[in-house]
């Protein structure tokens, strides 16, 4: 069997296999290396005297403007610029600055106002168990629950939120609201054993209890729910190998952080909110550059429950916006996570006390077979064609607590551009009281119950089809009214409408119209005499269920449309705001938009919002199999005709086949 295989690769930012130090920044847009955060840590410190109680929430690229990376030519000097987020602990302040590293000092120092609170830091996590796990009215309460052995107990911090119920002890402070569960032994599924009946509410600066919120006891579930090798002595044993081989190479080539395949470039970017983000997307058609997007990243994405009860309804995780998606990414595993011949991007990560790590193996890159991509049999000739699929795959990995979310983003052959989140993992789960039966979700193992949740991501792309000045306009199917435009009743049309303003452009998929959306340029046409280009076709979707006035719809406001349209402004990136960590009334796509700015050819941002609903099925216990989720861009009238025709066949006797 062929063995899956990593190439060599040097990056802006890595490490190289030899030892030698990293290669320098070759671009503007190129992440920070491990030396330039460790250096804007140590200009920090040093011009702003910070004290030990200063932690340290995150360091990235502050992106130089649109303009000066359009305008950027190879070898030419580039600014550098670091991004911080920061938390004083002492005085309960957090503060943003900028650090210029080729000036050497801070280019500007803010503090964020009063109440606002930077996303929980990873470090904090284990704090929290910790300090709950030394708690004597923790343990305490365990013994009241028959539970005597704290060592196998997990407490899962979740972020508090802000819901308008909080207590008076709770104002102002930087909190966590953590869960537990218990498990058997040491390796045990714990999720199987939810102590839901109790919520440790934890001040986060001070790393101390505030209280217990106790809503009785409960018998825990009978039954295990492990999921590792060792507990599944039964594997199947019929399974062939698949081989996977490219003798003769992939088909990418990768410099530093730009990628080449197939007529596509990009550049691979990480930040530790985002995760992957992907730079200057453009298409190579017959030796012109054509740009599609500038720039395209998950933004945020919200995960509301739907358990009214009083110890459920705060869980509403912003694991974008309120933890940083980045920051919980997997260092991806050859030929488990990624298969074939693989180039593996390396990213650097701080943990709260400023210390540098290098997170390997963060993105994979990687060619796959996709099956057909056109195919045509002439029966009066006997002439065949067909042409396989390949698609280019750049992806990360991330454990969000239970769950793992696969972000991929797909580069295909024809010109399309697809996203797909893959989400799979261990449900979150409460305990069923003997003979009860779930009110707000499913029953999948003895007394254990899954609840219903949708998982609601926002997606940022900064459009620049075949130029910075786009339009987008809205397409629905509609039937033509019987009349003499219809004499048969057989007629329907395809309606275009110019989405022309913020307001217009707040929409909702619609599948009983076929609805999508066309982002066009139009100071381009194509031979037809039409604007050139691209279709944002919606895949599943569907609306949030929570009430229009919930707090978590005041908080994540983005969730009430699947479509916003805004004109470019390089402050406005995250759907939910920059800090919805126990914001209270939220911020983002609701507040931009109320400007009701013109979005008519003009450099554009569309922002789509796309969700799963997940009704849980016994068949998701004990880790759930992948389900999909996402979107595709698809040239529409970009090219003159498909640009898959000069695809060669996949070998001769595929090409002009007879039959006879």
Same mark, same amino acid.
């Given at each position: 069997?062929?063995?899956?295989?990593?190439?060599?690769?040097?990056?802006?930012?890595?490490?190289?296999?030899?030892?030698?130090?990293?290669?320098?920044?070759?671009?503007?847009?190129?992440?920070?290396?491990?030396?330039?955060?460790?250096?804007?840590?140590?200009?920090?410190?040093?011009?702003?005297?910070?004290?030990?109680?200063?932690?340290?929430?995150?360091?990235?690229?502050?992106?130089?403007?649109?303009?000066?990376?359009?305008?950027?030519?190879?070898?030419?000097?580039?600014?550098?610029?670091?991004?911080?987020?920061?938390?004083?602990?002492?005085?309960?302040?957090?503060?943003?600055? *900028? *650090?210029?590293?080729?000036?050497?000092?801070?280019?500007?120092?803010?503090?964020?106002?009063?109440?606002?609170?930077?996303?929980?830091?990873?470090?904090?996590?284990?704090?929290?168990?910790?300090?709950?796990?030394?708690?004597?009215?923790?343990?305490?309460?365990?013994?009241?629950?028959?539970?005597?052995?704290?060592?196998?107990?997990?407490?899962?911090?979740?972020?508090?939120?802000?819901?308008?119920?909080?207590?008076?002890?709770?104002?102002?402070?930087?909190?966590?609201?953590?869960?537990?569960?218990?498990?058997?032994?040491?390796?045990?599924?714990?999720?199987?054993?939810?102590?839901?009946?109790?919520?440790?509410?934890?001040? #986060?600066?001070?790393?101390?209890?505030?209280?217990?919120?106790?809503?009785?006891?409960?018998?825990?579930?009978?039954?295990?729910?492990?999921?590792?090798?060792?507990?599944?002595?039964?594997?199947?044993?019929?399974?062939?190998?698949?081989?996977?081989?490219?003798?003769?190479?992939?088909?990418?080539?990768?410099?530093?952080?730009?990628?080449?395949?197939?007529?596509?470039?990009?550049? *691979?970017?990480?930040?530790?909110?985002?995760?992957?983000?992907?730079?200057?997307?453009?298409?190579?058609?017959?030796?012109?550059?054509?740009?599609?997007?500038?720039?395209?990243?998950?933004?945020?994405?919200?995960?509301?429950?739907?358990?009214?009860?009083?110890?459920?309804?705060?869980?509403?995780?912003?694991?974008?916006?309120?933890?940083?998606?980045?920051?919980?990414?997997?260092?991806?595993?050859?030929?488990?996570?990624?298969?074939?011949?693989?180039?593996?991007?390396?990213?650097?990560?701080?943990?709260?006390?400023?210390?540098?790590?290098?997170?390997?193996?963060?993105?994979?890159?990687?060619?796959?077979?996709?099956?057909?991509?056109?195919?045509?049999?002439?029966?009066?000739?006997?002439?065949?064609?067909?042409?396989?699929?390949?698609?280019?795959?750049?992806?990360?990995?991330?454990?969000?607590?239970?769950?793992?979310?696969?972000?991929?983003?797909?580069?295909?052959?024809?010109?399309?551009?697809?996203?797909?989140?893959?989400?799979?993992?261990?449900?979150?789960?409460?305990?069923?009281?003997?003979?009860?039966?779930?009110?707000?979700?499913?029953?999948?193992?003895?007394?254990?119950?899954?609840?219903?949740?949708?998982?609601?991501?926002?997606?940022?792309?900064?459009?620049?089809?075949?130029?910075?000045?786009?339009?987008?306009?809205?397409?629905?199917?509609?039937?033509?009214?019987?009349?003499?435009?219809?004499?048969?009743?057989?007629?329907?049309?395809?309606?275009?409408?110019?989405?022309?303003?913020?307001?217009?452009?707040?929409?909702?998929?619609?599948?009983?119209?076929?609805?999508?959306?066309?982002?066009?340029?139009?100071?381009?046409?194509?031979?037809?005499?039409?604007?050139?280009?691209?279709?944002?076709?919606?895949?599943?979707?569907?609306?949030? #269920?929570?009430?229009?006035?919930?707090?978590?719809?005041?908080?994540?406001?983005?969730?009430?449309?699947?479509?916003?349209?805004?004109?470019?402004?390089?402050?406005?990136?995250?759907?939910?705001?920059?800090?919805?960590?126990?914001?209270?009334?939220?911020?983002?796509?609701?507040?931009?938009?109320?400007?009701?700015?013109?979005?008519?050819?003009?450099?554009?941002?569309?922002?789509?919002?796309?969700?799963?609903?997940?009704?849980?099925?016994?068949?998701?216990?004990?880790?759930?199999?992948?389900?999909?989720?996402?979107?595709?861009?698809?040239?529409?009238?970009?090219?003159?005709?498909?640009?898959?025709?000069?695809?060669?066949?996949?070998?001769?006797?595929?090409?002009?086949?007879?039959?006879?």
């Amino acid at each position: 069997m062929a063995q899956p295989t990593e190439i060599a690769h040097e990056g802006s930012h890595a490490h190289s296999e030899n030892g030698k130090a990293p290669i320098a920044a070759r671009h503007p847009l190129d992440p920070l290396s491990a030396q330039e955060i460790e250096e804007a840590l140590r200009i920090l410190i040093a011009e702003k005297q910070l004290g030990e109680s200063v932690r340290f929430v995150s360091v990235f690229l502050h992106e130089p403007h649109k303009n000066a990376v359009e305008q950027y030519r190879p070898g030419a000097p580039f600014d550098r610029q670091a991004f911080a987020l920061l938390l004083d602990r002492n005085t309960q302040a957090g503060y943003e600055a *900028v *650090v210029d590293l080729n000036r050497k000092s801070v280019a500007s120092f803010a503090q964020l106002p009063t109440g606002v609170q930077p996303p929980i830091m990873l470090d904090e996590f284990g704090e929290v168990e910790q300090a709950v796990k030394r708690s004597p009215e923790f343990l305490e309460a365990l013994r009241k629950r028959g539970v005597t052995n704290a060592d196998l107990v997990m407490v899962e911090p979740w972020s508090a939120g802000m819901y308008g119920t909080e207590v008076a002890e709770d104002q102002g402070r930087r909190r966590m609201r953590a869960l537990c569960f218990v498990r058997s032994e040491a390796l045990d599924n714990g999720y199987a054993r939810p102590l839901d009946t109790m919520v440790v509410v934890v001040d #986060l600066n001070k790393m101390e209890i505030l209280r217990i919120e106790d809503y009785g006891v409960t018998p825990l579930p009978p039954e295990a729910g492990n999921w590792a090798r060792e507990y599944i002595p039964n594997l199947r044993k019929d399974l062939k190998p698949i081989e996977i081989a490219q003798p003769e190479g992939p088909s990418f080539t990768v410099e530093g952080n730009q990628v080449e395949w197939q007529k596509w470039k990009f550049r *691979v970017g990480f930040t530790a909110r985002e995760g992957l983000v992907l730079h200057t997307i453009s298409y190579n058609d017959d030796g012109r550059e054509r740009p599609v997007l500038y720039r395209a990243s998950i933004s945020e994405m919200v995960v509301p429950y739907g358990d009214p009860r009083e110890q459920y309804y705060r869980k509403n995780a912003f694991d974008i916006g309120e933890y940083g998606i980045g920051m919980l990414a997997n260092s991806l595993a050859l030929g488990c996570d990624c298969l074939g011949v693989i180039h593996y991007f390396d990213f650097p990560l701080i943990d709260s006390h400023g210390r540098v790590t290098e997170l390997k193996h963060a993105v994979c890159l990687h060619e796959e077979d996709f099956g057909i991509l056109w195919k045509h049999t002439d029966w009066r000739t006997n002439q065949s064609e067909v042409r396989r699929s390949r698609r280019l795959s750049v992806s990360f990995i991330a454990t969000v607590g239970n769950y793992e979310y696969g972000f991929y983003w797909y580069f295909y052959l024809d010109g399309t551009i697809q996203c797909e989140i893959k989400l799979t993992g261990i449900l979150n789960t409460t305990t069923l009281a003997p003979g009860e039966k779930p009110a707000y979700g499913v029953e999948i193992a003895p007394r254990l119950n899954a609840p219903f949740h949708q998982h609601i991501f926002a997606a940022r792309l900064v459009a620049t089809v075949d130029g910075p000045k786009n339009s987008v306009y809205e397409v629905n199917s509609a039937s033509v009214p019987p009349g003499p435009a219809n004499p048969h009743g057989n007629a329907f049309v395809a309606e275009e409408t110019l989405l022309a303003t913020e307001k217009q452009a707040q929409r909702r998929v619609n599948a009983g119209s076929a609805r999508f959306w066309r982002i066009v340029n139009p100071s381009r046409k194509n031979r037809l005499g039409r604007p050139v280009g691209y279709r944002l076709a919606p895949g599943e979707n569907c609306p949030p #269920l929570v009430q229009p006035d919930a707090a978590v719809m005041r908080r994540a406001g983005f969730m009430s449309n699947h479509l916003w349209v805004t004109p470019y402004n390089p402050r406005e990136r995250y759907a939910a705001g920059d800090y919805p960590n126990q914001h209270p009334t939220g911020d983002g796509l609701p507040r931009w938009t109320s400007a009701d700015r013109s979005v008519e050819n003009t450099e554009v941002v569309l922002w789509y919002v796309f969700a799963h609903m997940h009704v849980p099925r016994p068949e998701d216990w004990p880790v759930m199999p992948v389900a999909t989720i996402g979107f595709q861009l698809k040239p529409d009238g970009f090219f003159e005709r498909s640009a898959a025709m000069d695809v060669p066949p996949p070998s001769k006797a595929c090409a002009h086949e007879k039959h006879h």
